[in-house]
């Protein structure tokens, strides 16, 4: 499929007839015109004729999907005059190239509808005839423009979900660093340190990158192990726990430990 904006030149493709096969252009001359515009309203979602100078010769022929209330009004208009002004230089320039006999291109035309969105069409421009005259067909493209009104709006919707989760790991991160308590992050399923801030490093001793992954446990001394299992069988039972007093590994110091379980992404964390 084309890129968003891109544009597309139609291509003929042509095969040698076989016994006696007539080719496109052999069948399609013996139509007649009336069958011709029916068949283009059918295989497009709009078509009219055009002037050499532009000016829309006719009725708009309408497909099902697109009422032809819009477009009641056009005959005598130019095209340029029912159209935006940023389609105006994109209409010269098909006119031009279908003048000049060059291979037709899409390309997305707006019309402004007084009171509703604009419709966005997508044309391609072909001579007809001797005098001078042009044909565009179109294909209606709200329903492409709505699928990406719907996707700018899904994108949007993500970068500020993406930019209130960094606004708020940035408030976290700078709490964990101005906390003059020591705080630790652990994995409630491993029991390992998660993360630890400047005061846990300074209470345990022990820098904050040798604190990431170390067993919580290990922080106190060999007798509490009890409690910190304890503790931390409440926090998987109740949520809570209540205070414990423990002594720190190596040392003689006691710090009182407070406790309580948070979710983080799909992992259980506990904060101590």
């Known amino acids: 499929m084309p890129e968003k904006g891109q544009d597309v030149a139609l291509r003929n493709v042509s095969s040698q007839p076989q016994g006696g096969t007539k080719n496109l252009a052999e069948v399609m001359s013996g139509i007649e015109a009336p069958d011709v515009a029916q068949l283009l309203a059918a295989a497009a979602d709009i078509a009219f004729a055009l002037n050499a100078d532009g000016t829309i010769d006719g009725a708009v022929r309408t497909g099902p999907e ?4 819009p477009f009641a009004h056009w005959p005598g208009k130019s095209w340029a005059e029912v159209s935006t002004v940023e389609s105006a230089p994109k209409i010269e320039q098909m006119l031009q190239e279908a003048a000049m006999g060059l291979a037709p291109r899409w390309r997305q035309i707006n019309h402004a509808v007084e009171g509703q969105p604009d419709i966005p069409v997508r044309y391609a421009v072909m001579k007809a005839g001797s005098r001078g005259q042009f044909v565009a067909v ?29 606004h708020a790991e ?18 409630s399923r491993s029991g390992r340190v998660m993360e630890a801030n400047a005061a846990a490093s300074t209470l345990m001793n022990k820098p904050v990158k040798r604190l990431s992954g170390m067993q919580f446990a290990t922080l106190f001394d060999t007798g509490d192990a009890e409690k910190v299992e304890s503790l931390m069988m409440s926090l998987r039972a109740t949520g809570r726990a209540d205070d414990v007093a423990l002594t720190l590994e190596g040392r003689q110091q006691q710090a009182v430990l407070s406790a309580t379980i948070f979710r983080q992404e799909t992992a259980t964390c506990y904060l101590m």
């Not at 423009?145 to 993500?158: D, G, R």
């Not at 976290?172 to 652990?186: D, P």
């Open 66 to 69: 697109l009422s032809a209330d």
């Open 170 to 187: 940035t408030r976290y991160r700078l709490l964990m660093q101005v906390a003059t308590e020591a705080i630790l992050v652990v994995d």
């Open 138 to 166: 179109g294909r209606d493209l709200r329903s492409l423009a709505a699928m990406q009104q719907k996707l700018l709006a899904a994108e949007q919707s993500i970068e500020q979900e993406y930019a209130r989760l960094r």
